[in-house]
């Protein structure tokens, strides 16, 4: 009976997605993890360098604004102050309000500190108005030749002012002051690109904000609005002016750096999103993810490809085993897949016809099993030739065997005891007529017939008899003393006779004997009856075809029953049971 395999545990698919996904995508996914760690380190880095040089060049261009109105103050107070009205000094005055938009108004005092000219843009102009500004914030600390810078006022609380003064070279010239109106920074801060949307702002010292692309952030001076812009500076400065990541006003998160303008300590802080700052990590993120959905889904494609390739091979071979294994021995795997599973293949039809084979002799003895004696049944079949059972005539050596006084022990002994004797002798003798290549007709009671050089030929019959009957007398002797042991006396004779036989099956079907017909049958027969205890008796026959190769002692002319003459015997010299019955 042919019992289903058992479920497979796992899939092949399973194990080749798990093998080439950790051979296709496991070192894919280390390496762009990898690429992606130093990536995003070493862009971080040149963030962090891009970031600070704009906003160094951010403080610059702001730099830039100031000094410019610094340098346009500077060349108006070069003369010194005579005691009448100075037209020249208010054309300068008018120039430069003209040339610098910023300015909205400008203040000269002379050495004393003694206002003496006042031009504005929004108010009236004064001449010698004697205002004092020694509490200006602007004039602390001012030396000749140098700017002072006040701090960001807001009017009205809306656009930034800061006041700037301007000594000259020598204290008789005086100061001028300038009111600046910081609203028109917007041009330069509005002009600062980082990347592509990233821009710049600036905080004073206190944190409030003075420029800023969207000036309505700077008009309404909202401190709340400046919060995270001010967290955005407090993180540079915690980090020593390191690039930080944060969030604006609009809770963008961003990247920011930062660059100090000195004398009037203000921030410029330039900013970009972290989108557009880590835009080409994210691009190798993303291009890693496709790369490991791809390839998970090449291992799949492939294993599923390889699993389909197996699938088929394995099922004929399973296929073809489960009719092997099911006796149909003709079956024949076809694969041609030229790999290993043709080569299984191969050896599967090897096998299949050595069963077959095999089947076929174990039928064919088991036929010839069921009329000859199993030894005759197997060497026909190692004959390979089913018609040497045929009736024929062939010279043979006929063997007789026979234990002396088994009638009388078997009417003395019980049944069992007789029934175990048999079985012993017909072991030792089945062995010995084996071991010669010889053929057991039959056993009968307490004699035996087995034949040389019948159905199949061998060489030497004769000799190879006598050296049979040796080995017979030995095996029996040896378990007859055993016996003797026990109260039994037993003999064994051996007679042997050559000559030509008819051979061959007799009987009819189902009750068929292979045995041999003739007068040597007869001879041997009676020979075997002559012979004594121990004693191997053969004809003449026998003795000329031994003649020279094993000592036979020439006994006297015998009379048998049904020759009419009487008949030349020889006797086998055994010297082995010799020696030991003189013991």
Same mark, same amino acid.
């Given at each position: 009976?042919?019992?289903?395999?058992?479920?497979?545990?796992?899939?092949?698919?399973?194990?080749?997605?798990?093998?080439?996904?950790?051979? *296709?995508?496991?070192?894919?996914?280390?390496?762009?993890?990898?690429?992606?760690?130093?990536?995003?380190?070493?862009?971080?880095?040149?963030?962090?360098?891009?970031?600070?040089?704009?906003?160094?060049?951010?403080?610059?261009?702001?730099?830039?604004?100031?000094?410019?109105?610094?340098?346009?103050?500077?060349?108006?107070?070069?003369?010194?102050?005579?005691?009448?009205?100075?037209?020249?000094?208010?054309?300068?005055?008018?120039?430069?309000?003209?040339?610098?938009?910023?300015?909205?108004?400008?203040?000269?005092?002379?050495?004393?500190?003694?206002?003496?000219?006042?031009?504005?843009?929004?108010?009236?102009?004064?001449?010698?108005?004697?205002?004092?500004?020694?509490?200006?914030?602007?004039?602390?600390?001012?030396?000749?030749g140098s700017a002072g810078y006040g701090p960001v006022t807001f009017h009205a609380g809306s656009e930034p002012f800061m006041t700037i003064a301007v000594t000259g070279n020598r204290a008789a010239v005086g100061i001028v002051i300038a009111e600046v109106n910081l609203k028109l920074i917007w041009d330069v801060i509005s002009a600062i690109k980082v990347g592509r949307t990233g821009e710049a702002f600036v905080l004073d010292q206190p944190g409030r904000l003075v420029a800023h692309p969207d000036i309505s952030l700077v008009l309404r001076a909202?401190?709340? *609005?400046?919060?995270?812009?001010?967290?955005?500076?407090?993180?540079?400065?915690?980090?020593?002016?390191?690039?930080?990541?944060?969030?604006?006003?609009?809770?963008?998160?961003?990247?920011?750096?930062?660059?100090?303008?000195?004398?009037?300590?203000?921030? *410029?802080?330039?900013?970009?999103?972290?989108?557009?700052?880590?835009?080409?990590?994210?691009?190798?993120?993303?291009?890693?993810?496709?790369?490991?959905?791809?390839?998970?889904?090449?291992?799949?494609?492939?294993?599923?490809?390889?699993?389909?390739?197996?699938?088929?091979?394995?099922?004929?071979?399973?296929?073809?085993?489960?009719?092997?294994?099911?006796?149909?021995?003709?079956?024949?795997?076809?694969?041609?897949?030229?790999?290993?599973?043709?080569?299984?293949?191969?050896?599967?039809?090897?096998?299949?016809?050595?069963?077959?084979?095999?089947?076929?002799?174990?039928?064919?003895?088991?036929?010839?099993?069921?009329?000859?004696?199993?030894? *005759?049944?197997?060497?026909?079949?190692?004959?390979?030739?089913?018609?040497?059972?045929?009736?024929?005539?062939?010279?043979?050596?006929?063997?007789?065997?026979?234990?002396?006084?088994?009638?009388?022990?078997?009417?003395?002994?019980?049944?069992?005891?007789?029934?175990?004797?048999?079985?012993?002798?017909?072991?030792?003798?089945?062995?010995?007529?084996?071991?010669?290549?010889?053929?057991?007709?039959?056993?009968?009671?307490?004699?035996?017939?087995?034949l040389l050089n019948a159905p199949v030929a061998c060489s030497d019959p004769a000799l190879r008899a006598i050296h049979m009957a040796h080995e017979m007398q030995l095996s029996v002797q040896s378990l007859l003393r055993d016996r003797s042991a026990l109260g039994h006396r037993l003999g064994f004779s051996v007679g042997l006779a050559m000559g030509p036989a008819i051979v061959g099956r007799i009987g009819k079907e189902g009750r068929l004997d292979y045995t041999a017909i003739g007068n040597v049958v007869n001879l041997a027969s009676r020979l075997?009856?002559?012979?004594?205890?121990?004693?191997?008796?053969?004809?003449?026959?026998?003795?000329?075809?031994? /003649?020279?190769?094993? $000592?036979?002692?020439?006994?006297?002319?015998?009379?048998?029953?049904?020759?009419?003459? $009487?008949?030349?015997?020889?006797?086998?010299?055994?010297? /082995?049971?010799?020696?030991?019955?003189?013991?």
């Amino acid at each position: 009976m042919t019992h289903s395999p058992l479920a497979p545990r796992s899939s092949l698919f399973a194990k080749y997605f798990l093998a080439l996904f950790a051979a *296709v995508v496991l070192p894919l996914l280390v390496a762009s993890g990898s690429e992606a760690w130093f990536g995003h380190r070493d862009q971080r880095a040149r963030l962090n360098d891009l970031l600070n040089a704009e906003a160094r060049s951010a403080a610059a261009k702001i730099q830039d604004f100031i000094d410019g109105i610094r340098d346009q103050l500077a060349w108006t107070v070069q003369l010194p102050w005579s005691d009448g009205a100075d037209d020249r000094r208010r054309l300068d005055a008018f120039r430069l309000l003209r040339q610098v938009p910023a300015v909205v108004s400008l203040a000269f005092v002379d050495a004393s500190g003694r206002e003496r000219l006042f031009v504005s843009r929004i108010g009236l102009n004064r001449i010698e108005g004697g205002a004092e500004n020694s509490l200006n914030a602007a004039l602390t600390g001012l030396r000749p030749g140098s700017a002072g810078y006040g701090p960001v006022t807001f009017h009205a609380g809306s656009e930034p002012f800061m006041t700037i003064a301007v000594t000259g070279n020598r204290a008789a010239v005086g100061i001028v002051i300038a009111e600046v109106n910081l609203k028109l920074i917007w041009d330069v801060i509005s002009a600062i690109k980082v990347g592509r949307t990233g821009e710049a702002f600036v905080l004073d010292q206190p944190g409030r904000l003075v420029a800023h692309p969207d000036i309505s952030l700077v008009l309404r001076a909202d401190k709340a *609005v400046t919060l995270p812009l001010q967290g955005l500076r407090a993180d540079i400065l915690a980090r020593n002016g390191q690039a930080v990541a944060g969030r604006d006003t609009t809770g963008q998160t961003v990247l920011a750096a930062m660059a100090q303008i000195p004398g009037v300590d203000w921030s *410029v802080v330039v900013k970009q999103p972290a989108a557009e700052a880590f835009r080409p990590i994210y691009a190798a993120l993303w291009r890693t993810a496709a790369l490991l959905v791809g390839g998970a889904a090449f291992a799949a494609a492939l294993a599923y490809w390889l699993t389909q390739r197996m699938m088929g091979p394995i099922r004929l071979l399973e296929d073809g085993v489960a009719r092997i294994g099911a006796g149909q021995f003709d079956y024949r795997i076809s694969l041609a897949t030229g790999d290993e599973f043709e080569r299984l293949a191969t050896r599967f039809n090897e096998m299949a016809g050595d069963l077959a084979v095999s089947q076929e002799r174990s039928e064919r003895i088991g036929r010839l099993k069921r009329f000859l004696a199993p030894q *005759v049944a197997e060497l026909v079949d190692q004959s390979g030739d089913a018609s040497v059972l045929d009736g024929r005539c062939m010279e043979v050596v006929v063997v007789f065997g026979d234990l002396r006084g088994f009638t009388a022990f078997s009417a003395r002994a019980q049944p069992e005891t007789v029934m175990s004797v048999l079985s012993d002798y017909y072991d030792a003798l089945d062995k010995v007529v084996i071991e010669h290549g010889a053929t057991l007709t039959n056993f009968s009671g307490d004699g035996m017939m087995v034949l040389l050089n019948a159905p199949v030929a061998c060489s030497d019959p004769a000799l190879r008899a006598i050296h049979m009957a040796h080995e017979m007398q030995l095996s029996v002797q040896s378990l007859l003393r055993d016996r003797s042991a026990l109260g039994h006396r037993l003999g064994f004779s051996v007679g042997l006779a050559m000559g030509p036989a008819i051979v061959g099956r007799i009987g009819k079907e189902g009750r068929l004997d292979y045995t041999a017909i003739g007068n040597v049958v007869n001879l041997a027969s009676r020979l075997c009856a002559s012979a004594r205890d121990t004693e191997i008796l053969t004809d003449m026959v026998v003795a000329h075809a031994v /003649e020279g190769q094993v $000592p036979l002692v020439e006994q006297d002319m015998r009379i048998l029953k049904g020759f009419d003459q $009487p008949i030349q015997v020889f006797s086998a010299v055994n010297n /082995e049971i010799s020696l030991k019955q003189l013991s």
